[in-house]
């Protein structure tokens, strides 16, 4: 019997069904499906999966590039696109998401077997990623001061505690980072500033911005809007992964 927790997201099926059946096959109990982006969704939120299989030309408003570009925010679980399509702008879009893997329909036992032993083999051996460290991990901190940054200012470097900085908003090549009494403009990109901010207290909501979550005073689909004042728009790519970090009450 094999614990990882598998979730195939296909509208077909009788796709899903063979796929799970060979799952099954190879000894895998924890199996979970979706024929849709929004039950995905639920599905990666509620019990965070090891492995996606994604169709492609998934049916709805997301295709199946779209919504495993949402899940690889919110779950870091390894992506293999099923296809029966071979067509290059296709797969140029699909390759951008970094997949683990492809399964082109039709496939057999064999093809499942071998995707899934070398995909989650891979991912237990690879070193888990080093985080930004909060009050409760320091000592798997690489570094010694865990509540702030330091930004070069002039000649100097200025102590910024994460609490103070509100958003990070991007403009061409430099980016300007909103904190409170002052901001500061530097040359650096959003993937920088991503890798730069501990993930459990900033997250990218728009190409263009990236906000601290404490400072979300309340959000539509649209925008969000911040204690400190400002409205930030919420990119729709972006807006599921966004509303996955957040505990939300909704009417049943």
Excluded: W
């Excluded at 500061?184 to 601290?212: A, C, G």
Aim: glycine letters at 4%; charged letters at 25%.
């Amino acid at each position: 019997m094999k614990e990882e927790r598998i979730l195939i997201v296909e509208d077909d099926i009788n796709i899903a069904e063979n796929i799970e059946e060979i799952l099954e096959l190879l000894g895998y109990v924890n199996i979970d499906t979706a024929n849709s982006a929004n039950q995905a969704i639920k599905v990666v939120k509620k019990y965070r999966p090891d492995l996606v299989f994604m169709d492609i030309k998934l049916k709805g408003d997301k295709d199946g590039i779209e919504l495993g570009e949402i899940i690889k925010q919110m779950v870091d679980a390894p992506l293999v696109f099923v296809t029966s399509y071979s067509d290059p702008t296709i797969i140029e879009r699909a390759k951008r998401i970094n997949p683990a893997g492809f399964i082109v329909k039709p496939f057999n036992t064999n093809d499942i077997h071998a995707i899934v032993e070398i995909v989650l083999y891979n991912k237990r051996a690879k070193p888990a990623p080093a985080t930004s460290a909060t009050v409760s991990n320091l000592d798997e901190s690489p570094y010694l001061v865990t509540d702030a940054v330091f930004i070069k200012s002039d000649n100097a470097y200025e102590r910024v505690p994460y609490k103070d900085i509100y958003y990070v908003e991007a403009n061409g090549n430099m980016v300007t980072i909103y904190c409170k009494g002052r901001n500061f403009t530097i040359r650096k990109s959003m993937k920088d500033m991503e890798e730069k901010l501990p993930s459990n207290l900033f997250l990218r909501v728009q190409k263009s911005f990236i906000v601290q979550l404490a400072q979300i005073e309340s959000f539509n689909t649209k925008d969000i809007s911040l204690i400190s004042g400002p409205v930030v728009q919420v990119g729709r790519q972006y807006y599921n992964g966004f509303l996955a970090k957040l505990n939300t009450i909704t009417e049943s």
